[in-house]
T-cell receptor
Framework: GEDVEQSLFLSVREGDSSVINCTYTDSSSTYLYWYKQEPGAGLQLLTYIFSNMDMKQDQRLTVLLNKKDKHLSLRIADTQTGDSAIYFCAERNNNDMRFGAGTRLTVKP | DTEVTQTPKHLVMGMTNKKSLKCEQHMGHRAMYWYKQKAKKPPELMFVYSYEKLSINESVPSRFSPECPNSSLLNLHLHALQPEDSALYLC??????????????FGDGTRLSIL
């Protein structure tokens, strides 16, 4: 199985908050990342968090890290239709970058 | 807009053709990467270049041949590809390899179709 796991789908209404969850297995991972991929495009780095942090906030994005449970989440406040995309969680240890399968976020008007 | 530029955006080729994918970055990054992404799947690492030297080859078939002419450019030469090689090919770069705090920045990819 994959080392990084995410639920495959999430659907929310415009204006609501979205929470995308991720679990990882490598406790030696020092940084964890969230990437966004829109149809036909590459991966856009959204944010990343160092493993000694619990939380990082950047405008509408909040990342929470529970290192004990190896659980990472991305909260998008006031979700907009333009946030519809696939969101990948990734962990990195040296050269080895491992991606989750991606969560497809659908935002309904 | 991405700071990693890939050309062409789309490529259709036959199994006997030879073509090349190109990637360019001007962020001063010394590590560059090729990934392959199939539909509805995460990217899979193919090659890593560090300071213009190939440091990782993830058991990629020899019909894919990477080249790093200088620190800003990365090519992927294609020859005798198979239909299953049809995918989105993503290039990425980072300041260094081996340091987790150096995020990888991705291009928009080349969508490759093999007839």
């Amino acid at each position: 199985g994959e080392d990084v796991e995410q639920s495959l789908f999430l659907s929310v209404r415009e204006g609501d908050s979205s929470v995308i969850n991720c679990t990882y297995t490598d406790s030696s991972s020092t940084y964890l990342y969230w990437y966004k991929q829109e149809p036909g495009a590459g991966l856009q780095l959204l944010t990343y968090i160092f493993s000694n942090m619990d939380m990082k906030q950047d405008q509408r994005l909040t990342v929470l890290l529970n290192k004990k449970d190896k659980h990472l989440s991305l909260r998008i406040a006031d979700t907009q239709t333009g946030d519809s995309a696939i969101y990948f969680c990734a962990e990195r240890n040296n050269n080895d970058m491992r991606f989750g399968a991606g969560t497809r976020l659908t935002v309904k008007p | 807009d991405t700071e990693v530029t890939q050309t062409p955006k789309h490529l259709v080729m036959g199994m006997t053709n030879k073509k090349s994918l190109k990637c360019e970055q001007h962020m001063g990054h010394r590590a560059m990467y090729w990934y392959k992404q199939k539909a509805k799947k995460p990217p899979e690492l193919m090659f890593v270049y560090s300071y213009e030297k190939l440091s990782i080859n993830e058991s990629v078939p020899s019909r894919f041949s990477p080249e790093c002419p200088n620190s800003s450019l990365l090519n992927l030469h294609l020859h005798a590809l198979q239909p299953e090689d049809s995918a989105l090919y993503l290039c990425a770069s980072s300041q260094e390899t081996g340091y987790g705090n150096q995020p990888q920045h991705f291009g928009d990819g080349t969508r490759l179709s093999i007839l």
